[in-house]
């Protein structure tokens, strides 16, 4: 049986670089056909919302990276519902092309159906 | 058990990245297996040579470079954020057009498909983060 492994992402888009090499770690796994799903929680929700405008920052934007999980056969995102409501953001629209959201109530239960996770 | 850990924290910056290697130390020497320990983000730099502490610190390069001798360890620092904050073999340093290459004896640059390969041949993947 193949390992399952969850990406945990909990950091915002900008303010440290946690978030872009989590999402590169996850591509990488992906592009060697790991089973790896990842869950957006805490501030790591901010991820998911369009309107990202890092280049004021001199930043790349890390939604582009993001266009890419669905193209590397991450097409479902897990999303912890209580992140969202805590910082009054409705993923309404906002979702990466190819991509499903599936919002998570009970994240405690969700990451121990994992073998392993990767926490960024 | 085997065990692989990630290490996200830079040495002398975090307590993160020395509690990595006491776990590491404490794992072999109660008789677990480490598979490899993968440096990742800001935990690259425990991979550099030029790091000079006060001798009165803890030199946690020369540390994991002691422990992979003895273990002979698999240290792997992930080369894309080596890159990006200046942790270069010779070879890199070259390429790259860089005045000096300072990846310390005993670890060696690689891709994140190494952090892949440890997770898929791990017990446990122990993460310490930053």
């Known amino acids: 049986m193949a390992i399952k492994t969850l990406a945990i992402c909990r950091r915002a888009p900008y303010g440290s670089a946690l978030a872009r090499e989590g999402l590169e770690a996850v591509l990488a796994g992906a592009a060697m056909e790991q089973a790896i799903d990842v869950l957006f929680m ?79 | 058990m085997k065990f692989s850990l990630a290490v996200y924290a830079a040495p002398h910056s975090s307590q993160s990245a020395a509690s990595a290697l006491r776990f590491a130390r404490t794992l072999l020497e109660q008789g677990h297996q480490l598979y490899r320990v993968f440096f990742y983000c800001d935990g690259v730099h425990n991979g550099s040579a030029i790091a000079a502490p006060p001798q009165d610190e803890a030199n946690l390069v020369g540390q994991w470079q002691a422990l992979q001798k003895q273990y002979s360890l698999d240290l792997v620092i992930c080369i894309a954020a080596a890159q990006r904050r200046g942790v270069l073999n010779r070879r890199e340093a070259e390429r790259l057009e860089r005045p000096a290459a300072n990846l310390a004896e005993g670890f060696e640059l690689a891709g994140l498909g190494q952090l892949a390969d440890a997770v898929a041949n791990s017990d446990r993947l122990v993460t310490f983060g930053n």
């Open chain 1, 42 to 120: 805490r501030d790591g929700v901010f991820q998911l919302m369009e309107a990202q405008a890092p280049d004021n920052i001199e930043q790349k934007n890390l939604w582009r990276n993001l266009q890419a999980l669905p193209m590397f056969g991450v097409e479902t995102l897990y999303v912890c519902e209580s992140s969202l409501t805590e910082r009054g953001i409705k993923l309404d629209r906002s979702r990466p092309a190819g991509s499903e959201i599936k919002l998570i109530a009970d994240t405690g239960t969700f990451i121990a159906a994992y073998d392993h996770v990767l926490s960024f």
